[in-house]
Every structure is written in structure tokens, then in C-alpha cells.
């Protein structure tokens, strides 16, 4: 549908404008009138066109029979894509999160009688580094910049990151891996993984710590998931059936093998392993 994709590209092309736009404002820095009017009318322009396919999308949704919620989840879901959908839901968790640390409310989808297994350990410090290296580029930045507005922007900028940063270990922090007393198995990294590991689907569990090469999320060609904290995991989950899982910008995979890490995984595995209560 040619409509939904023009407004498509009218999102991935209005998201910058915006961002650039609110640092300015934080900033102080007010852009050349010109500037902001076409930008402004850039804005308005897809705005309205986002409004005209949302609605017609939603009309379309209501006359099949579905009911509100569902027709307006359905026109999002086909305008906004998923992508995009991911980021800002990580960004928003990652604040609900700093939030909820900083409250010390409970952990995050962890029960009474559930088992929480932290797994922060291998990357707290790298963290708490990166975060004094940001402030101190802040800080050097601060006295080398000689222009105000420049100053300003970076200035919003190199916060913005250091919340962020201190969002996203908030949210390992307070979202662990956790084992439910009938056997599932919920394995997480902060808001930006989160796989539910039925019973039936576990084959055999170990303490297996290992030192794998790549990215967070890593899946080999022949299965194997590799959820790396730190440049390592301590436990591997051989599964009975592949499992799909989410990738953190929304696209989808299935694995045989499932290699995470604990910070105390000889207790995972022993509140795995034992049998559900009566």
C-alpha cells in the first residue's frame, strides 16, 4: 500500500528532525526562523498524513469487527515499523527502570516464590567506567568548546547518554533471569531480551562457563544462542524443541542450544532442576 509505506518513510525521515529539534530547545540554542519553519511545515506535513493512514487503517480494522484496542494496535503496527517500535519501548523501560532502581522497588516480574538470578557482575564495573569517562569528556568538553550554543547541545547530549547508559544497566539490574517454582525458565537482558523457557521444552541444563566471540545476542548457524554478558556465559540449556525467539529490534530466530549467563549459575541450575512443589 503506497500510502502506508509514504507514511513509513515520513517517520524515519521526521524522527531526526525532531530529535534535533528538542536538543536545541534544551539547549537553549533557538535556530534560524527559516530553519524552523520548513522544518515545522516538514512536521505538520507528516503528521497529517500519518493521521490520514492511522485512520483509515483503524477504519479498515473496525469494519473486519475488531475492537478498538486491537484496531489501533493493528494501524501502529502497520505504520510504525517494528524497529523503531523497539527502540523507543527500550528507551521508556530503560527510564522505568533507572526509576525503579533508584526507588529500590522489587525486582522486575519476580514472584515470592520465584528465583532470581542476577547477572550483572562481569559488566558493573565496565559500566561505572563508561559512565566516569562520560563525565569526565563532559567536563573537559565544557572548558575546550569556546562556542555557548555548541556547549549547550553537547552538554544535552553527553547527559542524555549517561542516563541512558545508567538505564540500560538499571534495567539488567532490576529485570534478572528468573526461575518460576513450576520450571520456566525466563531468561533476560534488561528490556532489551526477554525469552520464556517452558518445562517441557528443557532437555538438560549445566554450569558451563565459557568465553564466546561477538555480539549480545549471537546465533549460530547450526542453533546455538549465546546471550553474552561480559564476554562470557556460565550456563547452557539444551532444548528438547527449537524455541522462537526475539532479537532487541524486533526480528525473529529459533534456537536448539541456549548459552547465558549467571552470576551465580551452580543456584539456577539446582532451582531448575528441582522438581515443582505439589
Do not use: K
Not at 523497539?86 to 522497588?105: K, M, N
Not at 547527559?159 to 539488567?172: F, I, K, S
Not at 520450571?183 to 538438560?204: E, H, Q
Amino acid at each position: 500500500m503506497r500510502a502506508v509505506r509514504a507514511a513509513r518513510i515520513g517517520v524515519a525521515a521526521v524522527l531526526p528532525v525532531e530529535l534535533a529539534l528538542v536538543v536545541c530547545a534544551a539547549a537553549g540554542v533557538r535556530p534560524p526562523g527559516w530553519a524552523l519553519a520548513v522544518a515545522e511545515a516538514l512536521v505538520l506535513g507528516v503528521l497529517l498524513l500519518e493521521a490520514r493512514v492511522l485512520y483509515s487503517l483503524y477504519a479498515a480494522a473496525r469494519t473486519r469487527g475488531a475492537d478498538p484496542g486491537t484496531a489501533r494496535r493493528e494501524a501502529v503496527r502497520a505504520v510504525v515499523p517494528v524497529a523503531v517500535r523497539r527502540l523507543v519501548l527500550h528507551e521508556l523501560r530503560a527510564c522505568a527502570s533507572l526509576a525503579r532502581w533508584v526507588l529500590r522497588r522489587p525486582p522486575h516480574g519476580v514472584r515470592p516464590a520465584d528465583h532470581a538470578a542476577p547477572y550483572t557482575g562481569p559488566q558493573t564495573a565496565m559500566m561505572y567506567g563508561l559512565v566516569f569517562v562520560s563525565l569526565i569528556e563532559t567536563v573537559a568538553l565544557a572548558f575546550l568548546i569556546p562556542w555557548p550554543a555548541v556547549h549547550r547541545v553537547v552538554l544535552v547530549l553527553d547527559v542524555y547518554g549517561v542516563l541512558l547508559m545508567l538505564g540500560l544497566h538499571a534495567a539488567c539490574v532490576t529485570r534478572p533471569h528468573v526461575v518460576r517454582p513450576d520450571g520456566t525458565l525466563r531468561i533476560r537482558y534488561g528490556a532489551l531480551f526477554d525469552l520464556a523457557v517452558p518445562p517441557d521444552a528443557v532437555a538438560s541444563v549445566r554450569v558451563d562457563r565459557r568465553y564466546p566471540e561477538g555480539r549480545l545476542v549471537t546465533l549460530s548457524e547450526d542453533g546455538v544462542l549465546d546471550l553474552i554478558v561480559g564476554s562470557q556465559t556460565t550456563v547452557t540449556v539444551e532444548l528438547a524443541r527449537p524455541l522462537t525467539f526475539r532479537r532487541p529490534l524486533g526480528a525473529r530466530a529459533e534456537a536448539r542450544v541456549i548459552r547465558f549467563h549467571a552470576d551465580e549459575p551452580r543456584a539456577l541450575v539446582d532451582a531448575l532442576r528441582q522438581p515443582a512443589p505439589p
